[in-house]
């Protein structure tokens, strides 16, 4: 069955270094997104992206933040200047298209900011 | 922005209990509804999606919305050990991009 993969599924780093978070989203969708969950608290909602541009990004998504679809198949989410309070699992999700409202997450990537 | 409140919890039932979810909302516009299953530190598992007000089936599970008092309901039948993971009910108004807004989620534990 299709799924959404995401690497790494940790990264650490320094404060104030840049880190890129990798995503697969399924083949056929074309809606991609990416979430975060803070330990302890509600999944949140970063940033949407369809057809080659965002679609909708939340307060979160601040200008430290962008997202890129490189080539046909990943996804990616850079997190430039990273803050302690970045650490958080980032979760990718994708959905197969407009008329189709389920999205699917991927495992997600613990980020540790130090 | 408390748009969508779920009890935490934790919430720990014997093994074959009838288990109830719920999570209320305050956004009108939301009109598509979903529980996800989330183990720890993994990601959300979609496991029911419904649109607009209504039941829907799927073998043990069952999801209720009632728009008119803004109130959607998970139930588990038989509940088994390997249902202990956390719910987290999402929802979304259905337009543009349509990105979700997730309730804190509920931890649940069946005793075996």
């Known amino acids: 069955e299709p799924e959404v993969t995401q690497t790494p599924s940790h990264q650490v780093t320094q404060m104030g270094q840049e880190v890129i978070l990798r995503c697969v989203p399924i083949?056929?969708?074309?809606?991609f997104y990416w979430y975060r969950q803070i330990l302890g608290q509600k999944v949140e909602f970063l940033v949407s992206?369809?057809?080659?541009?965002?679609?909708?990004k939340s307060e979160i998504f601040d200008d430290r933040f962008s997202v890129e679809r490189p080539d046909g198949s990943n996804f990616t989410l850079k997190i430039r200047s990273t803050k302690l309070e970045d650490s958080a699992m980032y979760f990718c999700?994708?959905?197969?298209?407009?008329?189709?409202?389920?999205?699917?997450f991927g495992p997600g990537t613990r980020l540790t900011v130090l | 922005q408390k748009e969508v409140e779920q009890d935490p919890g934790p919430l720990s039932v014997p093994e074959g209990a009838i288990v109830s979810l719920n999570c209320t909302y305050s956004?009108?516009?939301?009109?598509?509804f979903m529980w996800y299953r989330q183990y720890s530190r993994k990601g959300p598992e979609l496991l029911m999606y419904?649109?607009?007000?209504g039941n829907k089936e799927d073998g043990r599970f069952t999801a209720q919305v009632d728009k008119s008092s803004k109130y959607i309901s998970l139930f588990i039948r038989d509940s088994q050990p390997s249902d202990s993971a956390t719910y987290l009910c999402?929802?979304?108004?259905?337009?543009?991009?349509?990105?979700?807004?997730f309730g804190t989620g509920t931890r649940l534990t069946v005793i075996p």
């Open positions: 999700a994708s959905k197969q298209g407009l008329t189709y409202n389920e999205q699917f």
């Open positions: 083949s056929n969708h074309l809606y």
């Open positions: 992206f369809y057809n080659n541009e965002i679609s909708e």
């Open positions: 956004n009108s516009a939301f009109q598509y």
């Open positions: 419904t649109y607009s007000s």
């Open positions: 999402a929802m979304s108004a259905g337009t543009g991009a349509n990105n979700l807004f």
